[in-house]
């Protein structure tokens, strides 16, 4: 019988290796290998059956549940909420978790602060959401793996961030003031880290939370002057329901592809406030309402001296309405959302950053720069000629609420004449994701590179910015390490089976002036034809995505191949003349198997920008870009750029 089992599992193994060329040796081999084992075995058990018992260690690694219930002198408490709640069998089943564990001195410590006796005092629901606050699901999160300072890019099972903060002495603290006292408690099923006091996230809205705040009395009185604290209220799109939409996904986590897909669970609003303190007020001159109205007035009614006269703090023309909109953001942008968690492994470490952000202030804009010289992130409105900024104020920033975060900055933030003049003077490269606040508001952007690759499959009508046709299928690419993608991600369309896509993307709002709009893709024989419109209007010939750089039609040659042409700066003119760029050599991929030997995206032909035209916009504000497909096949949008003419003689490759 054993010889028998042994023929058996001999001929299933090897019927797994079938058409390669080991097939037969493989059988022969395996089939002697087992024989043998099999014999020795034999005498093993002959020899001393009694003892195999004793001399056969297995180790059993517990899971998440049984290791907080083999530990009961230090879990207890916090065991009997997952028992009660039922989010215990949750964590004694296969899957990935993180938990933040608070010991029972930390469980008794929230009760008393809560005024409760234990744990049975609390109604159900509020056990479970206290429960969910210390769970990030689908994810081992090690400490090592830890931001230095910021939030964790994994949300937990109640949508909440956790935040990090490393001490000097080397101590991590937990949202603040847990101390996190073991780490890295590995069980089968993820892995514990002890805090010694329990989370405890605020959940009321953004405008509450600031209401409460003694540093930014005046800032919250202007907002409630202004009623733009009523534009601050939304936090979640009730009717959107994920069930509905599960037809999306062709690809799960499950298939162990090199790719999966899912759905974004909720569609949350979220809102950023940069303010300043009183004492910054206070330092600036501004000590009152009063005040604070002038300078408002001296900065804004010289930008818009046609709305001088509107004394309506409530009109959004109104320089007060104007002074406090431009410091609200309707993305929710943790400290290192601004722009470090873009700065993937696709970026040069050479080349400053930027990023641009739309502002409640109509058709206006600030920029967050990364200033590779000075180690600085975070720079708001850097002005090169002058070196001012403003700035987070880093030991109080991500204050968190329910709806939102806000951070304190260290100077007057205004759109003024200078940064007027800045923003209009400069190349704007837009990252596509950086359109879409859904993609911020639901934790899809700013989680870095994923391995396997996350996408989000996104339903017609999530985002607000994207008019589409119901064949067009819309997905969200987070990085990648073979991508070769400006910031490492991009977004993905598709049309259903027989059908073309068809859709409409609104930008961010556009300085008044004269710019060369441009278009950045990756090309590759997956994707078909498309025509691009800007404003409605076609741009040209259609564009074929399938054709590589070095296609006649493009005339692509790598930098550094012909003699007479070793910067590629003449082959540059000529596929100027035919509507196409070079892409700019800030990016690259980090893993170079699908783009060997290119050490930028400059230096390979995948890499394009297709040149849209040149357009004057007599006023700011927003644009659109069209796409219609001609073919099947993809269509993939990296960026965009908005070239002021007067820029382009003395552009750089970048």
């Known amino acids: 019988m054993l010889f028998l089992c042994v023929i058996r599992l001999a001929s299933k193994a090897a019927s797994s290796m079938k058409n390669t060329p080991f097939h037969t040796k493989a059988i022969h081999a395996l089939t002697g290998s087992l024989l043998l084992g099999c014999v020795f075995l034999f ?158 996230p605020v959940r009321d809205g953004i405008l509450e939370v600031v209401a409460k705040d003694c540093l930014f009395t005046l800032f919250y009185l202007a907002l409630e002057e202004t009623g733009l604290a009523d534009s601050l209220l939304e936090e979640e799109d009730k009717s959107y329901d994920p069930e509905l939409y599960t037809h999306l996904i062709t690809t799960t986590i499950d298939a162990k592809n090199w790719f999966y897909e899912t759905l974004p669970q909720r569609r949350l609003f979220g809102y950023t406030l940069l303010m300043e303190s009183n004492a910054t007020y206070a330092a600036n001159g501004i000590t009152d309402m009063a005040s604070l109205k002038a300078k408002a007035a001296q900065i804004y009614d010289e930008v818009y001296p046609e709305d001088a006269g509107i004394t309506n703090p409530k009109d959004r023309r109104n ?44 058709n206006t804009l600030l920029e967050v720069c990364k200033r ?89 009508g999530y985002l607000k910015r994207v008019t589409s046709s119901e064949q067009t299928t819309l997905g969200y690419l987070t990085g990648y390490p073979k991508y070769q993608n400006y910031e490492g991600d991009e977004i993905f369309l598709r049309a259903k089976k027989g059908s073309l896509y068809d859709f409409v993307i609104e930008t961010l709002p556009i300085p008044e002036g004269t710019y060369e709009v441009r278009f950045g893709f990756g090309a590759n024989s997956n994707r078909g034809v498309a025509q691009l419109y800007f404003d409605g209007e076609p741009c040209g010939v259609p564009l074929n ?55 930028d995206a400059r230096h390979s032909p995948n890499l394009l920008r297709r040149i849209m035209g040149i357009y004057r916009f007599t006023k700011a504000g927003r644009h659109t870009l069209g796409v219609k497909g001609l073919s099947g096949g993809e269509f993939m949008f990296d960026y965009m750029e908005f070239v002021p003419t007067s820029l382009l003689e003395s552009e750089d490759i970048y």
């Open 43 to 200: 005498n093993f058990t002959a020899c001393d059956s009694d003892d195999i018992e004793g001399n056969l260690y297995t180790k059993i690694v517990p899971n998440v549940g049984e290791y907080l219930m083999n530990n009961a002198a230090d879990y207890s408490e916090f065991t009997a909420i997952l028992d009660t709640t039922g989010v215990m069998g949750l964590l004694s089943t296969y899957g990935s978790y993180t938990c933040f564990v608070p010991d029972n001195e930390a469980m008794l410590t929230y009760y008393q602060s809560r005024g409760k006796q234990g744990w049975s005092d609390f109604h159900i629901d509020s056990l479970k959401q206290f429960a969910y606050d210390h769970i990030i699901m689908d994810w081992t999160i090690h400490a090592n793996e830890f931001p230095k300072e910021g939030r964790i890019p994994y949300i937990t099972m109640s949508d909440r961030y956790i935040s990090i903060n490393l001490q000097p002495d080397g101590t991590l603290l937990v949202n603040g003031n847990a101390k996190l006292i073991e780490r890295d408690i590995e069980v089968n099923n993820g892995i514990i880290h002890r805090i010694e006091e329990a989370l405890n």
């Open 372 to 460: 590779r010289s000075i180690n600085g992130a975070n720079l708001i409105n850097w002005n090169p000629s002058t070196g001012t900024s403003v700035r987070i104020v880093r030991a109080n920033s991500d204050k968190e609420a329910g709806n939102g975060v806000y951070h304190e900055i260290d100077n007057l933030l205004v759109y003024d004449n200078a940064v007027h003049t800045m923003m209009s003077t400069k190349r704007l490269r837009f990252d596509s994701s950086s359109f879409f606040d859904e993609l911020s508001n639901n934790n899809m952007r700013g989680r870095g590179v994923t391995d396997p690759n996350l996408r989000f499959m996104l339903p017609r």
């Open 545 to 599: 995505l399938g054709n590589l750089g070095n296609d006649p039609s493009i005339g692509y040659v790598e930098p550094g191949t012909e003699e007479d042409d070793i910067e590629g700066f003449q082959n540059d003119k000529m596929m100027r003349n035919r509507g196409f760029m070079k892409a700019p050599a800030v990016f690259k991929a980090p893993n170079d198997e699908w783009f060997a030997g290119s050490e």
């Open 319 to 362: 320089s007060l309405n104007r002074f406090v909109a431009y410091h609200l953001i309707t993305k929710e942008l943790g400290y290192n959302r601004f722009i470090d968690a873009y700065d993937t492994d696709q970026m040069l470490k050479t080349r400053d950053m930027y990023e641009y952000i739309e502002t409640m202030c109509p």
